[in-house]
């Protein structure tokens, strides 16, 4: 039986985990940077979660919120390889909307590579809707489509 999975907010001890994560889940080129990730964990204004399988991280999420706008930006998602197919991305994606409905915000947005189907499959089995296509988006010249999910909750006030 597959071992429970915990959800908890990341802390900077997790620094470490979380770039192995990073490493083996983007080509070389595409992954963050351990200083990005840092920032990341650390300073960005925001949230950042890591999903743990006894006791040991298999994935994260970072996500961005500005104090004057209403959308929860998904930043960054991975799930270890190893790890994958588990429910660990929606685990952790749950989070993330969890977060922008607790803060009162009406959307949550990212931006995917076109080619990256698990990653689309994952967003559209939520609700998440296509936007505009971004040109050239990636390092290496690859679209992205802009992804939306409009949050129902209580707006803040
Ligand atoms: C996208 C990504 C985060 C998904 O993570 P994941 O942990 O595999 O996600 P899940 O396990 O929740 O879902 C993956 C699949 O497993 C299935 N699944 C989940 N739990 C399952 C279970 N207990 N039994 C069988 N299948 C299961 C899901 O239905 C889903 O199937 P589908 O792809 O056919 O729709 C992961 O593929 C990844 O890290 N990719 C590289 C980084 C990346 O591209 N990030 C996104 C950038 S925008």
Do not use: W
Request: hydrophobic content about 40%; glycine content about 8%.
């Amino acid at each position: 039986m597959t071992p429970p999975l915990a959800i908890r907010p990341a802390t900077a001890g997790d620094l470490d985990a979380v770039e192995a994560v990073e490493r083996h889940a983007f080509p070389e080129g595409e992954a963050f940077s351990r200083r990005q990730l840092r920032y990341l964990l650390e300073h960005a204004q925001g949230a950042c979660y890591v999903a743990c399988r006894n006791g040991e991280v298999v994935g994260y999420i970072a996500l961005l919120t500005r104090r004057t706008a209403r959308n929860l930006r998904i930043y960054s998602v991975a799930v270890d390889p190893a790890a994958r197919g588990c429910g660990a991305g929606q685990a952790l994606l749950d989070a993330a909307i969890a977060l922008a409905r607790q803060l009162g915000l009406h959307e949550a947005t990212l931006e995917v590579n076109v080619t990256n189907d698990p990653a689309l499959r994952l967003y559209a089995r939520n609700g998440f809707r296509s936007g505009k296509l971004l040109r050239g988006y990636y390092h290496d010249g690859a679209d992205a489509l802009r992804m939306s999910l409009r949050i129902a909750g209580e707006p803040r006030e």
